[in-house]
């Protein structure tokens, strides 16, 4: 059993996670993107997004650090484990917190809003269900267990058989004794990269840089009455052959 689920598990997620995006690239390039809704209700949307993505940006580089990082490394930089591991308990509170917030938002949109439940497909509810359920457990696990709690030191377990992986030497025993709090976020961390291809969140890996520093796109309302609508494709092939039939007649004539 524990080979299945820290060994067997993680490697099969790995692979759908990269075999699923590249089956998403070939046979759904349309919908590859955010399918953004703010054109239905922008107000929540304008306060949860930023909290969201600035939340996860934050807490995606905390979970980088504290398991790519082994700890000798940033010893050998002159940070104390203390130190350490005052800056990772309080920085994951504070990004884990400004991520709640802007997930809470962002589901609130989409319960109060009509027009966005109509627009939520199943696997958005999926999404949703999943990144709730990852940050509830995340932040038992730095809050009630390291903030609160007498703490644990995932660095020299989790982080170990983390970094395993992907030098095909996981070590199964580090997590067996580790707390279950973390074990299933570890668990649900390998499930939700196995998700990830096949919902929205695509869009991060095609996201343009130069979005962060363009002038913002304006929506003006149009005054006055609408133009007329132009001629169909099929009108337009009409009228040239009705010219060209009548120049033919006058050649003639």
Known sequence: MNTLIWVVLP?????????????R????????????????????????SPLFHLGAFGVIGGHAMGLLVPAPVTEALGVPEHVYHAVAVWGGALTGTVLVAGLLLLIARRLVSARIRRVTT??????YAFLAAMVVLGMTATVATNLLGDGYDYRETIAVWFRGIFWFQPHTELMTGAPLVYQLHAVGGFLFLALWPFTRLVHVWSAPL??????????????????????????????????????LHLHHG
């Open 122 to 127: 199943r696997m958005d509810k999926v999404l």
């Open 210 to 247: 130069a979005y962060l520093w363009r002038p913002y796109v304006v929506y003006r309302a149009r005054r006055g009455p609408f133009p007329a609508p132009g001629p169909t494709p099929a009108e337009v092939r009409s009228s040239n052959a009705g010219k060209a039939e009548q120049a």
């Open 25 to 48: 690239w070939r046979h759904d390039q349309f919908g590859w993107t955010t399918h953004t809704s703010q054109l239905l209700e922008s107000r929540l949307l304008r306060l949860g």
């Open 11 to 23: 490697y099969a997620c790995l692979i759908v996670f990269v075999a699923g995006h590249v089956w």
